[in-house]
């Protein structure tokens, strides 16, 4: 073959490398997306002297928008304003997530519940917001502020 003058190329076919990079980017756009709505912003948080930044830690996180008028928001549902569909919603989340922990053989629910509650919310109904939840099985709380700046 050394006198017959072919020379062989070989060209990687590039396509499949470019198909994987280009869903991951998709994957992390959408992941991006859909963790930028689980907040709402108009919500105006309450002023803090001091917060603690969030546990990056924690992956099971339900969060709870109440805005002004003491309503309920969680992303792909309407706002709940009625105590009965607010315990009600509390409860299927809470079934839900504790048979999936069940398949896992685990008996603790590990959902953190985020309570993102308007700063010009009644207390008394986010308090009340935190009960239901204790009730239902819900261990873990967190409250988002901003931190004021000085």
Known sequence: ???????????????????????LLMFFILCANFA???VNENIK???????RPEDKRETDLLFLNVTKEAAVEVV??????????I???????YQD????????????VPTV?????????????VYQIMRW???????KFQMRAEVKRS
């Open 87 to 93: 315990r009600s919603f509390l409860r299927t989340y």
């Open 36 to 38: 930028g709505t689980q």
């Open 97 to 108: 997530a504790r048979r999936a922990m069940e398949k896992e053989k685990s008996k603790v």
């Open 45 to 51: 948080l309450p002023l803090m002297q001091s917060a």
């Open 76 to 85: 792909g549902r309407d706002p709940m304003k009625k105590q009965a569909e």
């Open 133 to 139: 939840c204790k009730e239902v099985g819900f261990r």
């Open 1 to 23: 073959m050394a006198g017959s003058g072919i020379q062989i190329k070989a060209e990687p076919n590039l396509t499949p490398l470019l198909d994987v990079v280009l869903q």
């Open 113 to 125: 519940i985020v309570i993102r509650a308007d700063r010009n919310v009644d207390y008394k109904e």
